[in-house]
């Protein structure tokens, strides 16, 4: 079994049967998974709906955490 970011992200939506799969598949990283939709999903082998429901419910909140933090920076240098 892979022990990676994603295992551990599908471990948390109680998926980790999928990790495989979605490793296979290309999505080896939680910036890939942002991308994921029906297609993506069909490829991996999800067919079951409360399954693909609850992925993209955690796809969705990956992106509205990137949107949150998009807004944050920070700069070493001193004010003037």
């Not at 910036?31 to 693909?52: F, M, N, S, T, Y």
Request: with cysteine.
């Amino acid at each position: 079994m892979c022990t990676n970011i994603v295992y551990e992200w599908l471990k948390t939506l109680q998926l980790p049967q999928y990790a495989e799969s979605f490793v296979d598949n290309g999505y080896d990283d939680l910036e890939v998974c942002k991308q994921i939709g029906d297609p993506d999903l069909d490829a991996i082998g999800v067919a079951v709906p409360h399954h693909r429901r609850r992925i993209h419910e955690a796809v969705q909140r990956l992106k509205e955490a990137d949107e949150r933090a998009a807004g944050l920076y920070f700069t070493l240098e001193p004010p003037p």
